[in-house]
């Protein structure tokens, strides 16, 4: 619902919000400008009578002298009769330049600001841009409690952002602009309804009109009492009496109030201040002009240009998410199938995994119901069997489609049960990384276990929408039924680029571990095409990346691709990565089998969780084995020689000790601070988790300075560096779920 409630009025006000920010962009940078040509005295400097004195010397026919909030000193006078507005130098009373704008500047402004007020349209243009700055208020109070949502809460709203790359440019945009957005929308808001009169602007308090004058002979301006009370700066208007009318007066506008001042005593003849209403109205049209505050309206403006690319990102991710909604063929009736596929997910991504799972269950020739949780029915009749698959949103919240499954279920305590009840299985899709991995799954699979519901096969997690953990589960999945269930879901592939390799450097044959450290360079462009994707892409040719991004590799023969992490930035001339080979691996055998000169097809899966935070806190990297890929690409790009403190394991330094050399010229150029490596096949041998256990006094240290940790490897050496990890930090009152919860402690496993 919420998130319905964030793009609805996205679609529907996406052109008027548009043409309000472009429009206020460029209205933004006016009060700036004229604050630049402008000479503003300093406070207590030039009372209003020493510039009316100054005034009467230049402009004998002065008849009106008005400031605007940014500083700028007019005087309308007449001459020979004739009218005339001229800026003056406040300091002087001379001419700067005509007030009057003329040429193509002045006219777009105007065009600009009447755009911006009121569509063109006037009265009914108004309405629009009032209700725009609505809905633009609904869309960043939603669009806010949807990322706190997304990270886990308010206090992660800093947290690195994940994603598709129109998710992240959307997220991070908004993040920054969404306070001046929120100030923008707010005052617009007030103004629109100040307008039409909904709320009161305090104008209609005018001081009350002279009844007698004095009627003496006009003293000179520079000596009326009332006018030498009063500071240029709080000046807004001065409007003369007429010329030989000694019952007239100086009608007076300040920032303070509004009054009549006697020509002949200079005594206030009535004064009225503005009422706290006339002076929010007054703060308020300053805060969204920003005139009178210039380096304001410079900082909206700025913000406002955030709204086109938002606009656009936006429109791409529901068009997208609407592409992706599910598309179940030959759905069975939920009560004649028997089975029933329930489905949890926010954004559509896990109704890919149940497609393939309903078909592959068809397959095998069962009558396969497929629908949302939210869709829980009372009882199925035919069904032998319920699988769940769920992500997880959020700090641990349901998604979207199965928001309502527990309170559903939850109802159906007490009413007469299906008998027997089907058996059932959950699985879990998620990010390790998130301190609430698959908790919404795991929920659901003790609500039911709690209602007596037995498992068909035990509660199962998908990390990182891994396509072989699937498959895994999949052939768990066919045991249990006692059917060949094969689950190869094979997600949509962004484009690939044609990569060679160059050089590779083979480690670990003497432990029967053999691994390779491969570099690739982008094939050579020589189509005039090809040389415009190569400035597209960059001198290099290659895409863009960086180490810790992953690269997917498609084996001949094999449509699931197979993931690599990056040892290195596209700003390094080359795409390397770090491989073992497995026995009867397919890709990674395809790898090892490569020459120079050889070529792949490769594409980039961005991984922006994992890499160092930005600062000079320490960073903690902790590898095993072909894990050490993406940790040396960051050691590599430590060029501002950050504390980096690298535990790397692996089974002997004569034959498999990866990147040695590379290792001992970072800790030469300071680029690595330590290194502090195990190996498991010599005679004092020890894992990685043995050298922090021995460190731990320095692990205290650094993890209190405000250190990350970041590991990459198998998921058997992550269990064992987290165990050894929440003994080492017990003493700190922390340990490895606090680290996740705060962003200082990052995985990419395997």
């Not at 629009?128 to 208020?137: E, R, S």
């Not at 997600?491 to 029967?512: C, F, K, M, S, W």
């Not at 994992?610 to 894990?627: D, E, N, Q, W, Y």
Request: charged content about 15%; hydrophobic content about 40%.
């Amino acid at each position: 619902m919420l998130r319905q409630f964030h793009s609805l009025p996205g679609l529907i006000a996406a052109l008027f919000l548009l043409v309000l920010a472009i429009s206020g962009a460029i209205l933004s940078v006016d009060p700036a400008l004229e604050r630049l040509a402008t000479t503003v005295p300093a406070a207590g400097q030039v009372s209003v009578a020493e510039l009316a004195g100054r005034v009467a010397r230049h402009y004998p026919g002065a008849e009106q002298i008005q400031r605007t909030p940014s500083g700028t000193v007019i005087v309308y006078y007449s001459n020979a009769g004739q009218s005339g507005a001229d800026r003056i130098d406040p300091l002087s009373g001379q001419r700067i330049a005509a007030h009057v704008r003329t040429g193509a500047y002045s006219t777009a402004l105007r065009w600009v600001k009447q755009l911006h007020r009121s569509l063109l349209l006037d009265t009914p243009g108004r309405a629009v841009a009032g209700i725009a700055a609505l809905f633009m208020l609904i869309l960043l109070v939603s669009g806010a409690l949807l990322m706190a949502r997304r990270l886990g809460g308010w206090r992660n709203l800093l947290r690195p952002l994940r994603g598709s790359l129109k998710q992240r440019w959307h997220a991070q945009v908004g993040r920054f602009v969404v306070f001046g957005l929120l100030l923008s929308a707010l005052t617009g808001m007030y103004m629109s309804a100040t307008t039409f009169g909904f709320i009161s602007d305090g104008k209609q308090n005018e001081p009350d009109f002279p009844v007698s004058v004095a009627g003496g002979p006009a003293a000179a301006v520079t000596s009326l009492p009332a006018l030498q009370a009063i500071d240029l700066n709080d000046l807004r208007e001065l409007v003369y009496p007429r010329s030989g009318d000694l019952t007239d007066f100086y009608s007076l506008r300040t920032a303070q109030g509004d009054g009549y001042v006697d020509q002949a005593t200079g005594e206030l003849l009535s004064y009225r201040a503005h009422d706290g209403i006339r002076n929010i109205y007054e703060l308020i049209y300053q805060l969204h002009t920003g005139e009178g505050l210039w380096w304001l309206g410079l900082l909206l403006g700025s913000c406002a240009l955030g709204v086109p690319l938002m606009s656009v990102t936006g429109v791409l991710i529901w068009w997208q998410r609407r592409r992706d909604r599910p598309r179940i063929t030959n759905n069975g009736g939920a009560q004649a199938a028997d089975t029933v596929i329930l489905v949890g997910s926010e954004n559509n991504s896990t109704w890919g995994f149940a497609s393939v799972l309903h078909d592959a269950l068809r397959q095998a020739g069962h009558v396969v119901h497929t629908a949302p949780m939210n869709q829980l029915a009372p009882q199925y009749r035919s069904a032998e069997r319920v699988f769940i698959l769920s992500s997880t949103y959020g700090d641990g919240a349901a998604p979207a489609s199965a928001n309502q499954f527990l309170s559903r279920l939850a109802s159906m305590n007490g009413k007469p049960a299906q008998t027997p009840k089907p058996v059932f299985a959950v699985v879990g899709f998620g990010d390790r990384q998130f301190p609430q991995f698959c908790q919404f799954a795991k929920d659901v699979d003790a609500a039911l276990l709690a209602q007596g519901w037995q498992h068909l096969v035990a509660f199962d997690t998908i990390d990182r929408q891994s396509e072989q953990e699937f498959a895994r589960w999949g052939n768990a999945l066919g045991q249990a039924i006692g059917q060949d269930i094969k689950l190869a879901y094979v997600p949509r592939r962004p484009p690939t680029h044609a990569l060679q390799l160059g050089e590779r450097i083979d480690y670990g044959l003497q432990v029967n571990a053999p691994t390779s450290v491969l570099r690739f360079a982008a094939v050579a462009l020589a189509t005039s095409q090809g040389q415009r994707l190569q400035r597209f892409f960059g001198s290099n040719g290659l895409p863009q990346f960086d180490a810790g991004d992953l690269v997917g590799i498609l084996p001949p023969g094999n449509a699931a691709p197979r993931f690599y992490s990056l040892a290195s930035g596209s700003r390094d001339g080359i795409l390397e990565i770090c491989v073992r080979k497995h026995p009867d691996g397919l890709c990674s055998g395809f790898l090892h089998g490569l020459r120079p000169g050889d070529r792949i097809d490769a594409f980039i899966l961005p991984n922006p969780h994992f890499r160092p935070a930005s600062g000079k806190a320490p960073v903690i990297l902790i590898g095993a084995g072909t894990g050490i890929g993406p940790l040396a690409g960051f050691i590599r790009n430590n060029t501002g020689q950050h504390p980096i403190y690298l535990y790397w394991g692996g089974r002997d330094p004569a034959s498999d000790f990866l990147y040695e050399l590379e290792l001992r010229g970072y800790l030469a150029d300071r680029r690595l601070t330590q290194l502090h490596a195990a190996f498991s096949r010599v005679k004092d041998r020890a894992y990685v988790q043995h050298r922090i256990s021995d460190d731990t006094v320095q692990m205290r240290r650094l993890i209190a300075q405000g250190g990350q940790v970041l590991i990459c490897g198998s998921r058997t050496m992550a269990k064992s560096v987290m165990e050894v990890l929440d003994q080492v930090l017990a003493p700190l009152s922390l340990n490895v779920q606090i680290l996740k919860a705060e962003g200082r402690y990052r995985e990419d496993v395997y």
